[in-house]
């Protein structure tokens, strides 16, 4: 089928259900429904966690740097960044 441009085509509609007969579709009510039945890989979740603390830390430290009350040195990055994931993984444990 060949649309010239700027024509408005309708698509053809029939009233067939979705789904194989027999087959029941439960529909999700939240993404809560759908995230309480994974349970993710904790590694994965200790990587994200380690990086945005990392990230997160270096923005505070860089801030506290440009204040002039603490000055931007890696360990003190990473020190804060160890202190964020120590408390996320109680707070979420």
């Known amino acids: 089928m060949l649309v010239e441009a700027g024509e408005v085509v309708a698509a053809d509609h029939d ?3 979705l789904k194989p007969p027999g087959v029941q579709v439960r529909a999700m009510s939240s993404f ?3 995230a ?3 349970a993710g890989d904790p590694r994965v ?3 994200i966690n380690a990086v945005l603390s990392t990230v ?3 923005t505070v430290v860089w801030g506290l740097d440009f204040l002039g009350i603490l000055p931007f040195t890696w360990p003190t990055v990473l ?3 160890a202190v964020l994931v120590a408390i996320t993984y109680l707070v979420t444990r």
């Open 15 to 17: 009233d067939r259900p």
């Open 56 to 58: 997160f830390a270096g």
């Open 36 to 38: 309480s039945r994974s």
């Open 79 to 81: 020190s804060f960044a």
């Open 32 to 34: 809560e429904d759908g």
């Open 45 to 47: 979740l200790f990587v």
